[in-house]
Nanobody, 122 residues
Framework: QVQLVESGGGLVQPGGSLRLSCATS?????LAWFRQAPGKEREFVAS????????DYANSVKGRFTISRDNAKNTVALQMNFLNPEDTAVYYC??????????????????WGQGTQVTVSS
């Protein structure tokens, strides 16, 4: 079973930056970040195909967030810049073994990390 461990969350002021990291094990096709704010559904943030490095982003984070992978360390990172209060949520790392489809749906991912809190507030 794939194990995912997130780190790097915290409190940041609006306009600030944070970098999340997810340590992984096992074999997978795609890794992604989702987030869930209180009272809201879990939503897609970004994904990366492990073999090719092809990325995909939610419209709300394009130009502000960057997802990347480190093959040697088996980690995936999410660099978040120009954060605003609407980015406040628990961020989850997720892993998929699907070759195609459901890139932006939680249903497409079989393994999840425990989540890390990101709070954007002055």
């Amino acid at each position: 079973q794939v194990q995912l461990v997130e780190s790097g969350g915290g409190l940041v002021q609006p306009g600030g930056s944070l970098r999340l990291s997810c340590a992984t094990s096992g074999s997978y096709v795609r890794l992604a970040w989702f987030r869930q704010a209180p009272g809201k559904e879990r939503e897609f943030v970004a994904s990366i195909r492990w073999s090719s490095g092809t990325t995909d982003y939610a419209n709300s984070v394009k130009g502000r967030f960057t997802i990347s992978r480190d093959n040697a360390k088996n980690t995936v990172a999410l660099q978040m810049n120009f954060l605003n209060p609407e980015d406040t949520a628990v961020y989850y790392c997720a892993a998929s073994t699907r070759m195609f489809g459901l890139i932006q749906s939680p249903d497409g991912y079989k393994d999840w990390g425990q989540g890390t809190q990101v709070t954007v507030s002055s």
